[in-house]
């Protein structure tokens, strides 16, 4: 298996842990569903869904909401980035604008649908208590709304990255020739900018078409795949229909992913040319300057109302109707099931969280600085944690560890999944809460690693450390910012999905976001804002643990004195 360069025992040894463990916890589900959906009892349900023109509909709407939310998203992530990076403005604004934007990446990605039905719904303070209109937040519109203030964050920081690396000397040569600012605009800059934007509108393709909270919450009679998956688990408790449903939205996932990728790489050759030869010129002109601004200022404007909103709604007794000051939603939520989920969501969460942070930076250092056949898979195999949506892992999980696994009479794997699962079926949680943070981690970790020169590492090596101990002493505090970075994502990501989780959960094991969309269904907001608002405190008080004990910096850095 190992060619060129020897792996250390060590090392080899926690190859062997990653690639058992990707193939328990993501293909061996991955395979079950497969395994049912090509069996001769699933062909019924392959001529139902794919002919029968009611599941033809709801296919295109899926299709059609993954394009209306890449589209909005990734045009306000634009947006917002090109305010951040091109256009002039106070440093106090951009900061503001730039805080603002991260806000939704620490909260459920339905908190906003809950928003926008007080708000904006039939009964709604803003669209009927003050226009006297009777709103209609739900169908494709309020979807697209929300997914695209949900989503939009990643495609934001992605292109925030792309305009700070591009060269400046491109956009001053088109000016040399003649080029006015807004030709040079659009045949110099957007074209180097092009693999990242469509990397990002398929990123945010994904993501809506895989998202089940907000067509649950705020859907309506627009019906989604993910929403008929979810129907034929918890309403018509078939699994085999959950199977086909689960491999037809395997396809559009993992075929645009791949796209996705092939995009994302190309975005990080053509926008890393080395060091700048100039200054990024900003944009002063008012009539560029300003509009710009004025939308930005609106999108930040509307963000910041709607959790506002939560906060209000989770210290008055019926927003819009009795806004009178309580603090029963926090009473009822820091006693009985609520203290539970919110104990249980926080310890599960931490605990994949250390081992999603370790494990991806483990598997980034194998797949960057060793030899090894079987490399690329490893690295393609990690990254199906985020490429398939959550809530096919959910079935998947269900079809693989609903039962003990066994070898003849030897029992492999205890039962994991739903009644009497060991543990009460914690550790399946904490599996899927790892394999869709680790992707995160692995890429961090990867772009660090690809900017050390090994010759630091090797330096270690020929002082007679093993490659462990080089891993661990030189190697991780040199990209403590990427695993900093992992740690993050994966500790936000566990504590706010519920895609993944909703269909893992038992009587003995709370998850605060499936009871706030539990409260949310039964019109109980002020307890769903309460939720909220404790589990957005919860992430931020762990990232700032997280940044004061691990740091912003590598060690690397040395102050250099100048005479």
């Not at 634009?78 to 403005?89: L, Y």
């Not at 807004?182 to 078409?209: C, D, K, W, Y």
């Not at 907001?525 to 740091?551: C, K, R, S, T």
């Amino acid at each position: 298996m190992l060619k060129r360069r020897a792996i250390d025992p060590t090392l080899a040894a926690g190859l062997v842990l990653a690639v058992v463990f990707i193939a328990v916890a993501i293909v061996y589900p991955l395979v079950k569903i497969l395994g049912v959906a090509a069996s001769g009892e699933a062909i019924p349900y392959f001529d139902r869904f794919l002919f029968r023109p009611t599941f033809q509909t709801i296919i295109a709407r899926t299709i059609v909401l993954g394009v209306t939310v890449g589209v909005a998203g990734t045009l306000i992530g634009f947006i917002w980035a090109f305010v951040q990076v091109r256009v002039a403005a106070p440093a106090w604004l951009k900061r503001a604008l730039h805080i603002i934007a991260l806000i939704p990446s620490v909260s459920p990605p339905f908190a906003v649908a809950i928003s926008m039905i007080v708000l904006f719904g039939r009964r709604g303070m803003i669209s009927y208590g003050i226009f006297g209109i009777t709103g209609d937040v739900y169908g494709l519109n309020g979807m697209t709304i929300v997914m695209a203030m949900s989503f939009f964050p990643v495609v934001y920081l992605t292109l925030v990255g792309l305009m700070r690396g591009l060269d400046p000397a491109m956009e001053e040569a088109s000016a040399n020739l003649g080029g006015s600012k807004l030709r040079t605009f659009i045949r110099v800059t957007l074209p180097m900018l092009a693999p990242g934007i469509a990397s990002s509108f398929l990123l945010l393709f994904v993501e809506a078409i895989a998202d089940l909270g907000n067509p649950l919450t705020i859907g309506g009679d627009y019906v989604v795949l993910s929403a008929r998956l979810f129907i034929a688990i918890n309403g018509e408790y078939d699994l085999m229909a959950a199977a086909v449903l689960a491999v037809i939205l395997i396809v559009p996932s993992l075929g645009v992913y791949l796209v996705q990728k092939y995009f994302a790489d190309r975005a990080s050759v053509i926008s890393i040319t080395g060091k700048p030869t100039g200054s990024i010129t900003l944009v002063t002109d008012p009539r560029v300057r300003i509009p710009l601004l004025v939308i930005n200022g609106i999108l930040a404007g509307f963000i910041a109302l709607v959790y506002l909103t939560m906060l209000a709604g989770a210290f008055t007794r019926l927003l819009g109707i009795d806004n009178s000051f309580t603090l029963n939603n926090f009473s009822y939520v820091l006693s009985g099931l609520g203290s539970e989920a919110m104990l249980d969501t926080t310890r599960l969460s931490a605990i994949s969280t250390v081992v999603a942070g370790f494990l991806g930076m483990l598997i980034a250092f194998l797949v960057v600085r060793m030899k090894f056949t079987g490399k690329g898979m490893l690295d393609f195999g990690t990254m199906m944690g985020i490429a398939v949506p959550g809530t096919i892992f959910g079935i998947g999980y269900l079809l693989a560890f609903n039962d003990p696994v066994k070898v003849g009479e030897f029992v492999l794997l205890p039962k994991l999944t739903g009644g009497r699962a060991i543990l009460a079926g914690e550790i399946a949680i904490i599996m899927v809460f790892i394999i869709r943070s680790t992707p995160a981690g692995l890429r961090a970790g990867v772009a660090a690693l690809q900017q050390i020169d090994p010759a630091i590492e090797e330096a270690s090596v020929s002082l007679g450390a093993n490659r462990a101990t080089t891993f661990g002493r030189i190697t991780l505090p040199l990209i403590r910012p990427a695993f900093l970075s992992g740690l993050i994502y994966a500790f936000a990501r566990s504590m706010t999905t519920i895609s993944a989780v909703i269909f893992l959960t038992t009587p003995e094991t709370k998850i605060m976001t499936q009871q706030i969309y539990a409260e949310t269904d039964g019109g109980k907001f002020g307890n769903a804002f309460a939720y909220i608002v404790l589990l957005i405190g919860i992430v931020l008080l762990v990232i700032g643990m997280l940044q004061a004990l691990i740091g912003l910096a590598t060690g690397a850095e040395r102050r250099v004195k100048t005479e």
